[in-house]
């Protein structure tokens, strides 16, 4: 391969890495909590798909910057489990995954689970 057109390519990715990683400092602890909430329900929508990895690399990118107890990440996934067991509907009947997702989000449970570890 040409060197040339490889280290652009190479500098782009890498940029893109410092951005996302300069974001994710940034957030304070409620948010990375609670995106990691809405990527984990998102993961679990869609197991099968390119969205499902994509949610396991913001999970982890998630997780890594936060500081808050492991605990409260096993505790979520209990909480997501039943959360789950509610069918979410359209008008039209069709089930409707992301709506489930970003209700669970910004649900009392999440807030509940957060609040009782960002406290330790």
């Known amino acids: 391969m040409d060197l ?12 893109a890495m410092n951005v996302s990683a300069t974001q994710l400092e940034e ?13 984990m329900c998102i993961a679990t929508e869609y ?3 390119d969205v499902y990895n994509d949610s396991i690399k913001a999970l982890n990118g998630y997780r890594e910057f936060g500081n808050i107890h492991l605990d409260a990440y ?3 996934t209990g909480a997501l489990n ?9 008008k039209s009947g069709e089930v409707v995954e992301i709506a489930r997702c970003i209700d ?8 509940e689970i957060f609040e009782k ?3 330790e």
Do not use: C
Request: aromatic share 14%.
């Open 4 to 15: 040339e057109r490889l280290i652009p390519g190479l500098a782009s990715i890498v940029l």
């Open 27 to 39: 957030m304070d602890e409620e948010r990375l909590f609670k995106n990691y909430a809405l990527t």
């Open 47 to 49: 197991p099968d798909s």
């Open 74 to 76: 096993f505790e979520l």
């Open 82 to 90: 039943g959360w789950q067991a509610e069918e979410y509907s359209s």
């Open 104 to 111: 669970f989000h910004n649900s009392s449970q999440v807030a």
């Open 117 to 119: 570890y960002a406290s």
